[in-house]
């Protein structure tokens, strides 16, 4: 399983970015898709989570600004961010995991390569 995240950039304060990634490979299914971030000398952190089901969770700091959704038809995760703050400045990592594939064998864990995001005070 291959994950592509794309969306990053450089946003002015109260401004917003919209992440997307894509998964491709053999996939029959996949169970949860996320997002995640690192910031340097720290450890990566959950921003967001979504369930095959729509069930999501978010880290606290996120509440009521970022949105995250799922296109499972395209295997694709997207993160709607609005309020950015400098605090969101990171690079994120988009998630899959539990993912069913065509053979029946599951992987799990499969990180995408990071996109950056930076936001300006």
């Known amino acids: 399983v291959q994950l592509q995240a794309s969306g990053g950039g450089l946003v002015q304060a109260g401004g917003s970015l919209r992440l997307s990634c894509a998964a491709s490979?053999?996939?029959?299914?996949?169970?949860?898709m996320g997002w995640y971030r690192q910031t340097p000398g720290k450890q990566r952190e959950l921003v967001a989570v979504?369930?095959?089901?729509?069930?999501?969770n978010y880290a606290d700091s996120v509440k009521g600004r970022f949105t995250i959704s799922r296109d499972s038809a395209k295997n694709t995760v997207y993160l709607q961010m609005n309020s950015l703050k400098p605090e969101d400045t990171a690079v994120y990592y988009c998630?899959?995991?539990?993912?069913?594939?065509?053979?029946?064998?599951?992987?799990?864990?499969?990180w995408g390569q990071g996109t950056l995001v930076t936001v300006s005070s």
């Open positions: 998630n899959a995991d539990r993912v069913r594939l065509r053979t029946g064998i599951y992987e799990f864990a499969a």
């Open positions: 490979g053999s996939i029959f299914s996949i169970n949860t």
């Open positions: 979504i369930t095959s089901g729509g069930n999501t």
